[in-house]
């Protein structure tokens, strides 16, 4: 779940949405899925993001191997937010 600062909510989209920069990133791996991003409809700068993968195995498979472009886009995305706060992992 991430706050954006106030004026950086496009800039955030357009980095976090299904074709966003880091849906990009994550598809240079064979185990993801996809990438939704939800906007709260009350709190107009808080946004979810669902990152989908066939496995946590493959996710964490991903990150090691693309470990310095995820540091990077981290890193560069971080000035969009005020606050990022992992809610778990999920399974469907």
């Known amino acids: 779940m991430f706050e954006t600062k106030a004026g950086a909510e496009q800039d955030f ?13 994550f ?13 709260d409809s009350e709190i107009s700068r808080r946004f979810v993001t669902i990152d989908r993968w066939a496995s946590r195995q493959a996710f964490e498979d991903f990150k090691a191997s693309s470990k310095a472009d995820y540091d990077a886009l981290d890193a560069r995305c971080q000035q969009l ?11 469907t």
């Open 81 to 91: 937010t005020r606050s990022e706060r992992l809610i778990g992992h999920f399974e």
């Open 27 to 39: 598809r240079r791996s064979t185990g993801y899925v996809d990438t939704a991003l939800a906007r």
């Open 13 to 25: 989209i357009r980095a976090y949405g299904a074709d966003g920069d880091w849906a990009q990133l």
